[in-house]
């Protein structure tokens, strides 16, 4: 094809986003699909990219930059850790109830959403980094596939939360329970004002690459890494006033212990806190047979108008894909 004319990123960025906006649903899959079959985005995104040094194009926008930072974040910590994602000192608890009690040991693999989105999640499976079925008795043809989670959110469900639902965090507080690799922490700093941003982590090995992220991205301004137990923490919790709890405990502490946590949370975390949980505080408490839910959360109605396809920098953001995330205000 013979170019003619070429445009700018931010041009380019407009058309892309008017064609997906003049799409069906369906139409939209199919030409993200087309684009990613043909197009190949991974070669275009190396050429930003020289080690740890970004090459912004003189064109590109807040947004784009914004994004490279989270993703050239993703690429420091995944020299780190391996591709499974999980530190040594990382003690996983299979959970014995709800929705997760079949991701035992066995059957399970972890790849790390943050560090690895669902493209590139496709090309490890397409290249055998990550193998995604097993023999479950080696004599036959009795094949099964792995549980696939992450212990991280992904990029884009950071940005649904601080981009298309929170309404403007200026001179508020943000605490993440089990800031973990530190996305939501890294993601709060770069797409919102909020004063003070707090990850509560028990893991040390984990607050250690969260303090070096961190240095190097100078974000210390505003971010405040604390290795604690959450329990241990009463004062951060009841001066929050956004909490993102991303299923911290259901891996990491045994299902007594969950209880109790959670009684620790209802009994500090102040009336008008936004509460953003994944999976469900109706779930989590059904499952752990807590019976005080619609007592103590009302749902949180965002200010914002969301739309149902967003282009934010490089970012597809589909609400239809975060469902599983909850927002509520605390009665
Ligand atoms: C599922 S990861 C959450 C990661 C991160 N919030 C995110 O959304 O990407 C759970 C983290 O919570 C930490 N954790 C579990 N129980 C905790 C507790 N009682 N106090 C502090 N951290 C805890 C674990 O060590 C783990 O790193």
Redesign the pocket.
Known sequence: MEIVDSISIDNAIQTFTSIMCSLSVTDKNAFLSYIADNWKPEKIKSQHFTGNTLQASPNSTLENKQVNVMKMIANDIKKRIPIDGTFPS?KILPPTIGENSDCDKESTKHVDA?LYDNRELDELIENEKVITIYCADCLSENVRQYNIIS???SLSSVLYIFHSILPSLEGKCVL??????G??LYGAHVFTSAEKIIG????EE?CQLQRDIINKYNMNDRIKIVNK???ECPEIVQTSDVI?V????E???SESVHKE?WKFLISNIQSRTILVTKPSIETIFKNLKIDSANKWVKFYKSEKTVDEFEIYGSVALEPVEHEDIKFYEVI
């Open positions: 990382e943050f212990h991280s959110l993440d329970i089990g800031s973990r690799l996305p939501v509560v982590e028990m893991n984990c137990r959450i329990e993102i991303n299923n911290p405990f891996f990491y502490v946590i």
